[in-house]
């Protein structure tokens, strides 16, 4: 992934956060039960906060010519679906075994940063 797509990635990712987390906060607001409400509003919260990093590093990413940027890059969009993925399918269909995969999306996350802390260092 190179700095352009990740700019455009971000930003319909963080254009997906705002439309999700409208639709939580009118729709699913008297349909799901306040847990479950819960588990949806930490599913926006870090949604919107990784698209906000993935915006970032896509700028660092136009910035240095540092291939492993791609890679952070690559591990926030599976930390997105994955975290965030699996929350909101919990958050609307109850189905519990989804709470599983959603560590997995925190370890990208991790890595992610992890990976951009690794480049910072070496430059």
Known sequence: MNGKICLLVASFALAAAVALGAFGAH????????????????????????????????????QWDAPLLSWAAWLLLAGLMLFSGSLYLLALTGARWLGAITPLGGIAFIAAWLVVAWVAWLR
């Not at 479950?36 to 990093?53: I, K, N, R």
């Open 27 to 62: 729709a699913l607001k008297s349909r799901l039960a306040p847990d479950m409400l819960s588990v949806y509003q930490t599913a926006v919260q870090y949604h919107f906060w990784h698209a906000l990093g993935l915006f970032a590093l896509a700028l660092l990413m136009l």
